[in-house]
């Protein structure tokens, strides 16, 4: 089975503090990718990766980056956190190629003070 | 534009009654995949069916059908008989060719409350 992990499930932060959010998959996929969820809005893309060390956009770049040394490992860093990033964030990974299922991590829920 | 519409966005139902769950999409590619996926409370979520452009055939897994219509862009669920298990949000998603990869859409949601 393919396992997605998130380092934490949930998270308090405060306003101005660094953010580390880690996603490892266990599956060598290619792809990686950052969603963060809210009500009403379904999942919005933040990032994506299809290699180590490369990544690119999504809808929502804003405020967030991200890290991909190894393949199994995706980080969301938020450098700032302001409570407009108070969100559930979600991972995924899938294999190249559009025809492959993203497969999640259980998710972060992650609430800036 | 929404690329996938899910315009339900709450549903309740009655344990055992039938519920069809809406979505329609966009996309000018000729090859893509539809996707839907269950989210229950826990938050993880769960794959449950991909379809590719080229395969409108129905498909059904127990309880759970897809309609997958070309000529309306729209690739619909059904649950027979809901259980109250079966309550949960659940999405539907496109995945097309974007660049060198791929991007998936999701929509808003549907969330089901089942009823016992």
């Known amino acids: 089975d393919v396992k997605v992990t998130q380092s934490s499930r949930y998270l308090v932060k405060r306003t101005g503090e660094k953010v580390f959010l880690e996603c490892v998959q266990d599956?060598?996929?290619?792809?990686m990718f950052w969603y963060r969820q809210d009500p009403g809005l379904g999942l919005r893309l933040i990032y994506f990766?299809?290699?180590?060390?490369?990544?690119e956009k999504g809808d929502i770049p804003e405020g967030y980056s991200v890290s991909r040394e190894k393949k199994e490992r995706f980080s969301l860093i938020l450098e700032s956190a302001s409570t407009n990033q108070t969100s559930m964030y979600l991972c995924?990974?899938?294999?190249?190629?559009?025809?492959?299922?993203?497969?999640f991590g259980p998710g972060t829920r992650l609430t800036v003070l | 534009a929404q690329k996938v519409t899910q315009a339900q966005t709450e549903i309740s139902v009655v344990e055992k009654e039938d519920v069809t769950l809406d979505c329609v999409y966009e996309?000018?590619?000729?090859?893509?995949?539809l996707f839907w996926y269950k989210q229950p409370p826990s938050g993880e979520l769960v794959f449950l069916i991909r379809r590719n452009s080229f395969d409108e055939q129905n498909e059904i897994s127990g309880r759970y059908s897809w309609n997958f219509q070309k000529s309306t862009s729209s690739f619909n669920f059904t649950i027979t008989a809901s259980q109250v298990v079966d309550s949960a949000v659940y999405f539907c998603a496109l995945s097309e060719r974007q660049g060198t990869g791929n991007q998936f859409y999701f929509g808003t949601g549907t969330s089901l409350t089942v009823i016992p």
């Open positions: 599956m060598d996929h290619e792809n």
């Open positions: 996309t000018r590619d000729t090859t893509y995949y």
């Open positions: 995924a990974s899938s294999r190249q190629g559009n025809s492959d299922t993203q497969y």
């Open positions: 990766s299809y290699d180590v060390k490369m990544k």
